[in-house]
């Protein structure tokens, strides 16, 4: 199967799952229809793919791993959600959309996103029955939090607030508030299917190349992409006085360090041969991304 | 040992967990200071002394369930702080203090409420091993989800902004905004006990007739209560136009359905003779608080 055919099963397989939690969750309305607002609101579905990517890759049941992949993206949906309220990056337009709050008022968002978050754990905790799958949830719970992207947004927020931070602050926020939830689909993903504490670790660097990767490109894309393809203003980040890698080391060094995060992730899928072409490509694609 | 005495042991036993979860987190400043700003404000700990209570009356091990009753006062917690936003109800004073956004701003408060509802999952998750444990945290996912408490908040303020709602929207917030997080805690401490499911079904209406006839007098206190005593300002429903029982029925017919619901919750109990006696006494109590 090419890339493109596999990431297209995968994404379906995430976007029915999806649809049918939704339809089973019992949410009373307007909040049902706010979670459905934003969690089918298209998107690339990265995060639930490299999960069953990083599942298949080592030989685990997709079909088992859906509801881990799900769990993913409702979490990642509902920070979204929360990052783009007034109090925090007060975004008016998310993939081409007005944002949730924009449609459904503050109150709902909040709730939206909080009704988003406890879904993923209900979703996961139902499909949690052996200690691969505990510690699955583990890895999707401790990328999540305090010390995972919550963490990483705190202090994007205090960052931006006080128009403060350096080199160490950019990397925590980076880290935390991006790529940790890419290195818990790899360490989900991975444990899913049972791999060895030195597979999970080795696909869990991966996570972090390519998060880290991924962010840097977003930086570069908010000072050189295209708004109407991006779905969103650009330029905001230097209106908002955000903390980015292009604006604290030039775009030059951006570009770099882009390169040099995605060959981190490349190498760290050595010891998979070719079973990790997919995530392989997965990386090399996202390095030229327009979107 | 006398009902005060062992719930004084169980709330030391909650407050000194609830303190070491919150060294442990890794959250940064200031989210961590929010976190624990309104985790460890005092507060009547309920919930969790319920879950342990719950988990002893059948046998279950007390120092085992301390994980989950921390997970169940985390989750309580952080509804509290997006509840008292701006975009929710708008309260200014909680257990008399000013609430988590007055002190730390609403983006820091929102994530402070984001940070204790993946805590929850962290905490509990990590003391996930059995099948008890999982059921265990199943019933408290489900408690604070689209279905339980999250529900209950979207159907309250749409009814409060609207000025709509009768009998059944009143019961809909009641049931789910108050009492699921009760019957949660009962069923997550029998569940740790491994108890048979009629059992854990007993308690379960238990928690439910305690739920309402919580929230009932809570309806009450904020028509004929102290605000001294309360630690925040009375009259507030009448003020933002919320659904309560008083406001709905009467304050006669709100003291009626109180006792109502308390005895419902005693005789729920039978089952569980004189095991049950700590939880019978509780009930007792809190028909007559005044705070």
Same mark, same amino acid.
């Given at each position: 199967?090419?890339?493109d ?19 089973? !969750?019992?949410a ?6 706010? &979670? ?19 599942c ?17 993206? &409702? ?12 109090? &925090?990056?007060? #975004? #008016? ?14 109150? &709902? ?5 909080? *009704? ?34 919550v963490?990483?947004? !705190? ?61 840097? !490109? ?18 905001? #980040? ?7 890698w292009?604006?604290?080391?030039g775009?030059? #060094? ?10 981190a ?7 998979? *041969? ?18």
């Open positions: 199967m090419t890339y055919a596999r990431y297209a099963a995968y994404k379906d397989m995430v976007e029915a799952a999806l649809e049918n939690y939704l339809d089973a !969750c019992c009373p309305e307007p909040l049902l229809g706010a &979670m459905r607002y934003s969690l089918l609101a298209g998107g690339k579905r990265l995060r639930p793919i490299m999960l069953l990517a990083a298949e890759m080592d030989g685990g049941s997709v079909d088992r791993a859906v509801p881990f992949a799900c769990a993913l993206e &409702m979490i990642h949906t509902y920070s979204l959600i929360h990052d783009d309220l007034p109090a &925090m990056d007060d #975004d #008016d337009m998310r993939r081409g959309r007005p944002t949730n709050h924009k449609v459904f008022g503050e109150g &709902m968002a909040i709730l939206a996103g909080d *009704g988003l978050l406890s879904l993923a754990f209900e979703v996961a905790l139902d499909a949690v029955h052996t200690p691969g799958e505990i510690q699955a949830m583990g890895y999707i719970a401790r990328a999540a939090g305090t010390q995972g992207m963490g990483g947004q !705190c202090v994007d927020i205090t960052c931006e607030k006080e128009r403060m931070g350096g080199a160490d602050e950019l990397l925590y926020i980076h880290l935390h508030k991006t790529a940790d939830m890419f290195i818990g689909a790899m360490g989900a993903g991975l444990a899913l299917a049972g791999a060895a504490q030195e597979r999970i670790d080795a696909g869990m660097a991966y996570g972090r190349g390519l998060g880290l990767a991924f962010q840097i !490109c977003d930086d570069l894309l908010d000072i050189e992409g295209d708004a109407a393809v991006l779905g969103k203003q650009t330029g905001m #980040d230097a209106t908002h006085g955000k903390l980015t292009p604006g604290l080391f775009p030059q #060094d951006a570009r770099h360090a882009l390169a040099e995060q995605t060959e992730a490349l190498s760290a899928l050595l010891p998979f *041969g070719a079973a990790g072409n997919f995530l392989r490509e997965m990386a090399t694609r996202l390095l030229g991304r327009d979107r």
